[in-house]
């Protein structure tokens, strides 16, 4: 199934999909557009095997969401604009959401792959005041800035954040020259990465199972 947003660059904020559902599954999927493609609004959402492409803040939301095992492409942005793979917006310390990108490939559109070292491209801003992503076991393009993540306005949430890269490979999977604000953490335990499984994040076991898909319950390796 297929879900697009067709207003382009230029239409500035413009969602494909918006989810609010408990416990939902996205299996096989294609989300494409620029900005904001996805809002994960709430709730435990699970993406596997997608396609979902943007630009700026193309996965952002309040919800709690494991995108696994799926590709992840960053289109071309307007000119003078940046490109942030996801915009978490958990508001509380206490609230179980966030994003975590798992076993994923992030990689250029072909339109965007002349200017892929030029137009910059980030993992992530945060837009709320404790906005959490984790990226473990994936495939990072030499697309991804060696910062890896964009503040969202000077120094707001910095502190407060929780940015969390685990076991990723590729060119832009280094975390030598990431930044080093309080709330990030570049290179995760084994122990602190199971935290963000889609077993003990989702609490996965308890209901993925019904969709019948093929998933990664824990770690990869």
């Not at 609010?20 to 557009?33: E, K, M, P, T, V």
């Not at 707001?156 to 990723?168: I, K, Q, S, V």
């Amino acid at each position: 199934m297929g879900f697009q947003n067709t207003a382009g660059p230029e239409g500035h904020q413009a969602v494909a999909v918006r989810s609010l559902s408990d416990r939902s599954a996205f299996i096989n999927c294609r989300l494409d557009g620029f900005q904001d493609t996805l809002c994960y609004q709430g709730g435990r959402q699970l993406f596997r095997n997608c396609v979902l492409s943007g630009t700026i803040d193309f996965l952002f939301g309040y919800g709690a969401v494991v995108v696994q095992n799926s590709l992840i492409i960053v289109r071309k942005p307007m000119e003078n604009q940046f490109n942030t793979v996801t915009a978490d917006g958990r508001k509380e310390r206490g609230q179980p959401t966030g994003i975590v990108i798992h076993n994923c490939r992030i990689v250029p559109e072909q339109k965007l792959t002349p200017d892929r070292l030029t137009v910059k491209t980030y993992l992530g801003r945060p837009w709320k005041a404790y906005a959490t992503t984790v990226v473990m076991e994936s495939q990072l393009g030499d697309l991804i800035q060696p910062e890896g993540w964009k503040p969202w306005a000077g120094s707001m949430f910095l502190d407060t954040l929780y940015y969390a890269e685990y076991g990723n490979r590729g060119p832009g999977a280094s975390t030598a020259r990431r930044v080093t604000w309080k709330g990030v953490h570049s290179v995760l335990s084994r122990s602190d990465a199971m935290r963000w499984t889609v077993d003990s994040f989702l609490q996965g076991r308890e209901w993925v199972a019904n969709t019948g898909a093929n998933v990664i319950y824990g770690l990869k390796a």
